[in-house]
């Protein structure tokens, strides 16, 4: 089971404070700073810290939300609603849903309706290096148990 015990975003440029609260929560609940699963945008930062960034590219968030989903649908997701940002996090969670659009040349597809989504992202980034594995020499994340189709599980 994991618990989202805190939460925390920052849209500014400062990576030493960015850094400094990681280091931060990593003291205050115990976890090392390999298991961090960084921003797609903070490879550099991610390979200082001996940690891993979570892949980019087309389909790549789908995989993450399909973990989480997973989790949600398994009870092995956990908000601790006293935790600082933990309901800001779940509100946008649910906040977050697929909207159909047309795509040149492929027809309607459906796609992230995304705004103001940091917070869920770091959620799909730590299921991202809680369910993964080493294969080789690449960190995948095992296949998820439920995939939710057109729409995101309810939370």
Known sequence: VAVIREAWSYSGWDRDLIETKRRLMS???????????????????????????????????FGRVDLVSSRIAN?????????????DTFLQMRRIHMVKRLVSGHGEQYDYSRTEDDLAAGVENACWVIDGQ??????????????????????
């Open 27 to 61: 003291q205050k609940y115990n976890i090392p700073m390999w298991r961090w699963g960084y921003d797609p945008m903070q490879t550099e930062a991610a390979e200082l810290a001996g940690a891993m960034a979570v892949k980019s590219g087309a389909g790549s968030r």
């Open 75 to 87: 009870g092995t997701l956990k908000f601790d609603f006293k935790g600082e940002g933990v309901r």
């Open 134 to 155: 080493l294969i080789g020499n690449i960190w995948r994340p095992k296949q998820p148990k439920v995939r939710w189709g057109k729409q995101m599980v309810q939370v």
